[in-house]
């Protein structure tokens, strides 16, 4: 056996781990208690099954700020959201804004659209990765657009987007908005109430520090995109049409109630510790980042300024690649990262790390000043 050292997970953005027991423990009890089919049975553990999600929706739609629960509808993630979201909105002919900074789960579905007679417009954002509302007004400005399509904040350059004023700037215009909140949830806080968004997805994986494999998507009243899926639900089951009350229009199929389970435990855990959590890993991702910008080997991308920025540190190495930095990483140290495009391609176009790529250390809940001092030794140690 090849002895390996221990893990030290800066990763978080990918997915966090580790999970709080209070996750494992509700998705354990979820399996073990609440094993029926929700909505599809009146015996004790239908019901069960049926409460488990009505608590969850009910935690998930009080950190959010989403004042009616059935405006919140239950998703596999971030990327079925989007395509739900852009797919259900937007039509051949239709004209969409997008910054150039989006994930793949944004621009690929805007690609297939594309494809399909949807005319997409893209925004191009400055070298640190910021989308300035005076472009997105200028480009919403010229010509009748059905939605802005924008995401919170960046999972390579941090960069947290002025998405407030551009559901306003949407609104002007008549336009939708359209959030993608993968790396802003748990990590920053969210009141969609006071937000704007008509469309805002949340993954339960990443900062909100849940299971993977479930989502949920968050639609204003009036935001109806048409639904990718259609099937069973448990209520109406005569109708030969799906239901079309939230939020179930949105949730046909068994759903996936421990995913959920876990979700709503996790949902609660920010409101319980959340300051404290946030605190802790600002705090690790500026000492990373401070150091590391201070190597003179490394470049950090995204602005300097720390409080614009989600505990994302990404970094490109004046002479060793990637994918070589985050090998040595993991074999010398048990460092885990990410290294290459970050399914970001755009972003990376922006930065101007298109053809190198670059590597992302990503801090979360458990990392320890120890780990951070791990990762810096190990830079030096890579020709810092
Ligand atoms: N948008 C952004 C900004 C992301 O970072 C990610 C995940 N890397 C996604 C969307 C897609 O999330 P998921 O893979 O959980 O569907």
């Not at 004023?165 to 908005?177: R, S, T, V, W, Y």
């Not at 791990?374 to 810092?384: I, K």
Request: hydrophobic share 45%; proline share 7%.
């Amino acid at each position: 056996m090849v002895d390996r050292p221990p893990i030290r997970y800066f990763d978080h953005a990918a997915t966090s781990w580790p999970k709080p027991p209070v996750v494992t423990a509700a998705m354990v009890a979820a399996l073990e208690t609440a094993s029926g089919n929700p909505g599809r049975g009146a015996h004790r553990l239908a019901l069960e099954a049926e409460r488990v999600i009505a608590a969850a929706r009910s935690s998930l739609a009080g950190l959010l700020g989403v004042a009616d629960e059935r405006d919140l509808a239950f998703v596999p993630g971030c990327t079925y959201a989007l395509n739900l979201v852009l797919k259900g909105l937007l039509a051949p002919g239709d004209r969409v804004v997008v910054s150039s900074v989006e994930h793949n789960a944004v621009t690929r579905p805007l690609a297939a659209l594309a494809t399909g007679g949807v005319n997409v417009v893209t925004v191009p954002a400055d070298a640190e990765g910021h989308v300035d509302p005076d472009d997105v007004e200028r480009a919403v400005a010229a010509e009748r657009t059905a939605a802005v399509v924008c995401q919170h904040a960046s999972n390579v350059s941090g960069v947290i987007q002025p998405v407030g004023d551009l559901a306003d700037i949407a609104h002007e215009h008549g336009a939708l908005m359209v959030v993608d909140g993968a790396q802003a949830a748990g990590h920053l806080d969210i009141d969609l109430a006071a937000l704007g968004a008509d469309a805002y997805v949340v993954p339960g994986h990443k900062g909100l520090l849940g299971p993977q494999g479930i989502g949920a998507v968050y639609l204003s009243p009036g935001c109806e995109p048409h639904g990718l899926v259609q099937g069973g639900g448990g209520r109406d089951s005569a109708a030969a049409a799906q239901v079309s009350e939230r939020p179930d229009r949105y949730e046909a199929g068994t759903p996936n109630v421990p995913g959920i389970a876990g979700l709503g435990a996790a949902a609660e855990l920010p409101r319980a510790e959340g300051p404290a959590i946030r605190a802790a890993e600002r705090r690790l991702a500026r000492r990373l980042h401070e150091a590391v910008a201070a190597m003179p080997a490394f470049r950090v991308l995204g602005p300097p300024v720390l409080e614009e920025r989600v505990p994302v540190v990404t970094v490109v190495h004046a002479t060793r690649a990637p994918d070589e930095i985050a090998f040595e990483l993991e074999r010398s140290a048990g460092i885990a990262v990410r290294a290459g495009l970050h399914c970001s391609p755009w972003t990376h176009q922006a930065l101007g790390t298109f053809e190198t790529g670059a590597v992302r250390l990503s801090v979360g809940w458990g990392l320890t000043d120890e780990d951070v001092d791990v990762v810096l030794e190990s830079l030096a140690a890579l020709g810092g």
